[in-house]
């Protein structure tokens, strides 16, 4: 089994700063692959920012320049969203997916935490 956890969401506003944790956990060999996804009410679920082994980075063009994903250098398997100029359409459920093996013989798939709500308001 595998477990992703997510945690720092919250309420604050505009303007202001969170940090989100995602936690993988579980039987892992490898993970390729860490995404943070995010879905407003009514709308469908948005890719926003992608880090690879390597620590390549990509970016939803709304949060390019304010949000930055990156991964502890210790915890290789947590990931991290700092997210900073915070507008009220960042406001949403964020979800941490991560493309992985979870033995060397079975090919990767996508595991997904169960989320953590941002609010962005005055």
């Known amino acids: 089994q595998v477990q992703l956890v997510e945690s720092g969401g919250g309420l604050v506003q505009p303007g202001g700063s969170l940090r989100l944790s995602c936690a993988a956990s579980?039987?892992?060999?490898?993970?390729?692959?860490m995404h943070w996804y995010r879905q407003a009410p009514g709308k469908q679920r948005e890719l926003v920012a992608t880090?690879?082994?390597?620590?390549?980075?990509?970016y939803a063009d709304s949060v390019k320049g304010r949000f930055t994903i990156s991964r502890d250098n210790d915890a290789k398997n947590t990931v991290y969203l700092q997210m900073n100029s915070l507008k009220p359409e960042d406001t949403a459920v964020y979800y941490c997916?991560?493309?992985?093996?979870?033995?060397?013989?079975?090919?990767?798939?996508?595991?997904w935490g169960q989320g953590t709500q941002v609010t962005v308001s005055s």
């Open positions: 997916a991560a493309y992985l093996r979870t033995v060397p013989t079975m090919p990767p798939n996508t595991y």
């Open positions: 579980g039987s892992i060999f490898s993970i390729y692959v």
């Open positions: 880090i690879t082994t390597d620590s390549a980075t990509n």
